[in-house]
Every structure is written in structure tokens, then in C-alpha cells.
């Protein structure tokens, strides 16, 4: 209580504000140098590798929240993954997904991204609408999800049991200051992918709190309509991918660039791999 109303004071508040954001900031940068060594973003290429993403969905959306129905093949799918991108971050000790999300990517006339398909109607009037741009320049940025034990409890607890193991996760004390940056770290890899694929718009669904705090570290979503029931309370915002990197603090500029080294690599690779068999 006393700390938030310090916090509110017009005078200290905006002080303490700016100096515990530069503390949040040198410790990303922290985080950043060894990132990549613990979470290797993966762009899926193949059938198992977007498996594993529909699995994770599935464990996510279908046994934790209950927000999708349940299925004998433990899959969560839908038609946009026919043209989406899925990207995962594999944990790099014992290759599990700690983490996934996907770039639904229209690439002609019909196809839509799931603002489009659902909420059109939720945009408001003035506002930026995927409606405005060819289908091959817009994307939405889309089921994120994180494992249980991936996420805020695991990071405070003092040891970590994986699903199918009983033995605790042996580099869990050196690795858990690095979970509370999955979801950012997913954020940033389909970023990455969006700029290097000259994408131009870019919508999301999400709570307004979190795009709040996505804002604060350089990721400007706009938002363009109200809070509507979509998975929990959620708004559609709009981004221009093209202006983030610019905008990013200094210590989430850092992260962004080991994760967009990473990205690159395996997008040079399958232009390679593409040129090669032609």
C-alpha cells in the first residue's frame, strides 16, 4: 500500500517510475547475452515441428483453461494454421516447447486473419482495418501460448518438475531468471519474422493490460476497438512492424537482436534450401 502511494505522488512517482525502469532495463540486458543459449526460437518447417505447436495449444487452451472443446488427437487447429507461420522456443537443455505462437499470413483474395473472420465489426469506425491493405501485407499475431510450468509459478518456485519426469529439472536454478522473458521472446521472434518478410500490418487480440506493458518497453500497439469477450477480455490493436526496432528500450533492443539473429539464419536457410533444389 505505502509503495503505491508513493508511486501515485505526482513528484516522486514519476521518479521512482523512471529509475525502476532503468533497473528493468540493465537487467534485460543481462538476460539478453545468454538468451539464445537457454530459448533457441524454431520456425516450424515441417509436420512435427507444427505438432508440437498444436500440442502445446492444446495443453494450454484445451486441459488448463478450458477455452477449446477436447479431441482423441490432442491437437488444438483451426483453418488459419493452413497459411500461418508457427514459431516455438525450445528449451534448450531438454528440447521441450516452452512457449509458441503464430503469424496467420493471408497470401491471397479470401483468405482472412481471425479479426477479419470474427470481430470486423469490432473495429471502430476511423480506425486502421485490416480490410484497408492487401491480403499478402497484413498478419495477426495469434494463439500464444505458455506452459504451466513454464510460467509465473514456476519462476518463483525453488524447483521445477516437467510433465512425464519425477526428478526436478536439474538446471532450473541457473535457467529460471530467463521464463519471465517467454512470452516477450515469442512476441519478438514473430516480429522478426514479420519485418524480414516485408510485412507491412500487423493486428493482435489481446488484454489491454498486457498491451499496456508491451508499449512501455517499445512495442506501440494501437488500439483500434473496445474490449470484447474473445478468450477472456481482449481488444484489437494494430502495429507497424517496421518501426519497432527503433523504439525498443535498450535492454529489449538487445534481447530482440539475439532473437532476430536466430530467426534470420533459419529464414536465409529455406530461402537457400529453396533456391537449391529449383
Known amino acids: 500500500m505505502q509503495r503505491q502511494?508513493?508511486?501515485?505522488?505526482?513528484?516522486?512517482?514519476?521518479?521512482?517510475?523512471?529509475?525502476?525502469?532503468?533497473?528493468?532495463?540493465?537487467?534485460?540486458?543481462?538476460?539478453?547475452?545468454?538468451?539464445s543459449d537457454v530459448f533457441l526460437p524454431v520456425i516450424a518447417k515441417n509436420e512435427a515441428?507444427?505438432?508440437?505447436?498444436?500440442?502445446?495449444?492444446?495443453?494450454?487452451?484445451?486441459?488448463?483453461l478450458g477455452?477449446?472443446?477436447?479431441?482423441?488427437?490432442?491437437?488444438?487447429?483451426?483453418?488459419?494454421?493452413?497459411?500461418?507461420?508457427?514459431?516455438?522456443?525450445?528449451?534448450?537443455?531438454?528440447?521441450?516447447?516452452?512457449?509458441?505462437?503464430?503469424?496467420?499470413?493471408?497470401?491471397?483474395?479470401?483468405?482472412?486473419?481471425?479479426?477479419?473472420?470474427?470481430?470486423?465489426n469490432n473495429i471502430d469506425k476511423g480506425e486502421v482495418h485490416p480490410n484497408d491493405f492487401k491480403p499478402s501485407k497484413i498478419c495477426e499475431i495469434s494463439r500464444l501460448a505458455i506452459p504451466r510450468h513454464f510460467r509465473r509459478k514456476a519462476v518463483q518456485s525453488k524447483k521445477l518438475i516437467l510433465p512425464g519426469s519425477?526428478?526436478?529439472l536439474a538446471t532450473?536454478?541457473?535457467d529460471r531468471k530467463y521464463f519471465s522473458y517467454i512470452a516477450i521472446g515469442l512476441y519478438f521472434?514473430?516480429?522478426?519474422?514479420?519485418?524480414?518478410?516485408?510485412?507491412n500490418h500487423c493486428f493482435v487480440m489481446?488484454?489491454?493490460?498486457?498491451?499496456?506493458?508491451?508499449?512501455?518497453?517499445?512495442?506501440?500497439?494501437e488500439q483500434i476497438g473496445p474490449v470484447t469477450q474473445y478468450y477472456g477480455l481482449r481488444a484489437p490493436y494494430y502495429i507497424r512492424p517496421g518501426k519497432i526496432p527503433n523504439q525498443l528500450k535498450h535492454g529489449f533492443s538487445a534481447l530482440y537482436k539475439q532473437i532476430d539473429l536466430a530467426v534470420a539464419a533459419q529464414l536465409t536457410q529455406d530461402k537457400n534450401s529453396t533456391f537449391s533444389s529449383v
Open 5 to 35: 502511494k508513493i508511486l501515485s505522488s505526482p513528484i516522486l512517482g514519476s521518479v521512482i517510475r523512471h529509475v525502476m525502469a532503468e533497473v528493468a532495463d540493465r537487467k534485460v540486458y543481462r538476460v539478453s547475452k545468454n538468451f
Open 49 to 64: 515441428q507444427k505438432d508440437k505447436t498444436y500440442a502445446l495449444r492444446y495443453a494450454v487452451y484445451t486441459e488448463e
Open 67 to 120: 477455452l477449446k472443446p477436447e479431441n482423441m488427437a490432442h491437437m488444438e487447429s483451426d483453418k488459419f494454421d493452413k497459411f500461418s507461420t508457427h514459431c516455438y522456443l525450445n528449451y534448450n537443455p531438454n528440447k521441450m516447447a516452452a512457449g509458441s505462437v503464430r503469424l496467420v499470413r493471408p497470401t491471397r483474395k479470401g483468405q482472412k486473419i481471425p479479426i477479419q473472420a470474427f470481430l470486423s
Open 166 to 168: 519425477v526428478d526436478p
Open 172 to 174: 532450473f536454478k541457473r
Open 189 to 199: 521472434a514473430a516480429l522478426s519474422i514479420v519485418i524480414r518478410e516485408g510485412i
Open 206 to 221: 489481446i488484454e489491454p493490460r498486457l498491451a499496456k506493458s508491451l508499449k512501455y518497453i517499445g512495442l506501440p500497439f
